[in-house]
């Protein structure tokens, strides 16, 4: 799944509470956005979730941003991935054990996340207040977690490329996820749409997805 995203600046908007409403009753006073890109995007922070850190990071202070650090190629293969989400995690809490985390996946990067799911256990478990996923090729139908770019239903009963091979998102995870696909994303939602398409490249510009995502990282920081 190859794409190269070209995109304007967004502006960054700030939603819901003021800023200082948010740093007085913030749960998590230290916090590390670990985001991890799709594939085809270079080293670094993905396309899909600038927009929305800056409004995060604006609204609640304390935070940081880690860009997973894995090939993203064309193979598909994103263990490195993977491993270096959970090396993260579990040395932040070496590190800090009061920090806390959200983790962050566009595409195979959203795949990369959803792996790393079930080695998160414990406190490093316990330390991830969310997670936010875009485009996941592991979108199962019918989990409570399912919501499209508006937060509505039509891609809640839906499945990604990926379903068939029988990996999704854990159930004691389901929670403290978001897992947003839009409708006739070819990645994430194979019924109305295949493969890498307009609908699977609209995520970074779309003021939805970004809203959303936005609100919901707020909501798990400051819980």
């Known amino acids: 799944m190859h794409f190269t995203l070209l ?8 939603y819901a509470a003021p ?8 749960g998590c006073s230290s916090y590390t956005i670990i985001n991890t ?9 993905s396309s899909g979730f600038r927009t929305m850190n800056g409004n995060i990071q604006s609204q609640v202070k304390g935070g940081k941003t880690y860009n997973t650090v894995y090939p993203a190629g ?5 263990a490195a991935g993977t ?15 009061s920090q806390c985390f959200i983790l962050e996946g566009y595409s195979q990067g959203a795949a990369a996340t959803v792996s790393a799911m079930s080695q998160l256990t414990g406190a490093s478990f316990d330390a991830v207040k969310g997670v936010f996923l875009i485009g996941n090729p592991d979108h199962k139908s019918g989990l409570a977690c399912n ?12 499945n990604g490329l990926s379903a068939m091979l029988g990996k999704s998102i854990p159930n004691e995870w389901v929670s ?6 839009i409708y006739g994303d070819g990645v994430c939602d194979t019924t109305h749409g295949y493969g890498i398409n307009a ?18 990282v707020v909501k798990q920081l400051t819980a």
Do not use: W
């Open 83 to 97: 491993a270096d989400i959970v090396k993260q995690v579990e040395s932040g809490l070496q590190s800090n054990p």
């Open 37 to 45: 890109r799709g594939t085809g995007e270079i080293q670094g922070e």
């Open 19 to 26: 800023v200082e409403d948010r740093v007085k009753r913030a």
């Open 147 to 158: 919501v499209d770019n508006k937060g509505g239903n039509t891609t809640k009963n839906v």
């Open 7 to 14: 995109l304007p600046l967004l502006a960054a908007t700030a």
């Open 176 to 181: 403290k996820t978001m897992d947003v696909c």
């Open 199 to 216: 609908a699977h490249l609209q995520y970074p510009m779309d003021s939805n997805t970004q809203e959303l995502g936005t609100n919901f």
């Open 74 to 78: 064309a193979d598909q293969n994103s």
